[in-house]
């Protein structure tokens, strides 16, 4: 079991910059692939961004490439999103999610492939 708490969300202005966090309780935090989603209201759960067990292999959704980019830290057991360049369109609640992988550059777009979930942190994008 893993338990995810993100953080770093909040309100900015069209253009700025923030830096999203994910802590997870687990010691083999090195062992799950991570990835980054996002829910507006009244929308679908959107992909975000995504990594892979080491860090070495990435994915990004069409909308969000050159603006964001996820990275890692195993020791930190952590998962950060870095968010620049942003848009109204970003405003949603975030979520990062966990999936146990036996490879280490196994990484997913689909939410359903993520057994664990954290309870999200709100970004707000004003004109």
């Known amino acids: 079991q893993v338990q995810l708490v993100e953080s770093g969300g909040g309100l900015v202005q069209a253009g700025g910059s923030l830096r999203l966090s994910c802590a997870a309780s687990?010691?083999?935090?090195?062992?799950?692939?991570m990835g980054w989603f996002r829910q507006a209201p009244g929308k679908e759960r959107q992909f975000v961004a995504a990594i892979s067990r080491g860090g070495a292999n990435t994915i990004n959704a069409d909308s969000v490439k050159g603006r964001f980019t996820i990275s890692r830290d195993n020791a930190k057991r952590a998962v950060y999103l870095q968010m620049n360049t942003l848009k109204p369109e970003d405003t949603a609640v975030y979520y990062c999610?966990?999936?146990?992988?036996?490879?280490?550059?196994?990484?997913?777009?689909?939410?359903?492939?993520?057994?664990?979930w954290g309870q999200g942190t709100q970004v707000t994008v004003s004109s």
């Open positions: 687990a010691r083999t935090f090195s062992n799950y692939a």
């Open positions: 999610a966990a999936d146990p992988e036996l490879f280490m550059s196994t990484v997913y777009s689909d939410y359903a492939k993520y057994d664990y």
